[in-house]
């Protein structure tokens, strides 16, 4: 199966992360497929606006942490950051090497694409999904669309790309982090996550037009002003934030491995849904 689908409608590039029996968890190989689509849009000077979706119910489940995907375990081409392979590597340091690189290293690499970004959001975008969603300009979602980052439960502060206080506000972040809790799109648009909720059978169009009406700009005056909003929230302290919470989140990775029996706290992916399920 092609992890990643990409196609061009008129000025639009339309790039769909494609594992939906998985609810569009992201291993490597999809985290490099998105950045490899990512890059040929960026390359294609007839491309205005990027659009990322995720096929069938859910726009991503988040990270892969149970499916037969799972490919922790097997070396890419880094194109993130500069650090050694994580493979040959054991303990945190093989952990820090690996999501410095397909976690946090790649949010930033495609925050800074240089053309508008639109996040079309359905069903659940939970934990990395949010990161997934979070790194694009524009995020339209369906009105049966629901966000959460449960990793709290693992005693993790917060998914890698820790920008809850920037997309959500402080006393809103806390909120989502400190309960788990699914909130729903309205609960989103409320505190600014989200740009437009619509019903579900009008998100592909909703977007469409969206793109199309920001496709009208020049192109070079709309790198510059990504670029200038991109500038002003990292001097609100956002990079720096990060880097902050990356290390806290490491801490806790290790606290986990010697307190328990893995560095995630003992869970996984059925038992963390079973929680949020209340079940």
Known sequence: MTEVLYERRGATAVVTMNRPEFRNAQNSA????????FARAVDDPEVKVIVLAGAGKHFSAGHDIGTPGRDVDVSFERKAVLWWDHVDRAGGDQRFARESEVYLGMCRRWREIPKPVIAMVQGACIAGG???????????CSDDAFFSDPVVRMG????EYFAHPWVLGPRAAKEFLFTGDRFDAAWALRHGMVNRVVPRSALESEVEALAARIAEMPQFGLALTKKAV?????????RAGMDSVFGLHHFAHAHNAEVSKDSLGGLDARSMKQAADGS
Do not use: F, K, R, S
């Open 230 to 238: 991109n500038q002003a929230e990292d001097q609100m302290g956002m």
């Open 30 to 37: 999809m985290t490099y497929a998105l950045d490899a689509a």
């Open 156 to 159: 993790i502060p917060g998914v």
């Open 130 to 140: 949010l990161m997934l969603a979070w790194v694009c300009d524009l995020i339209v």
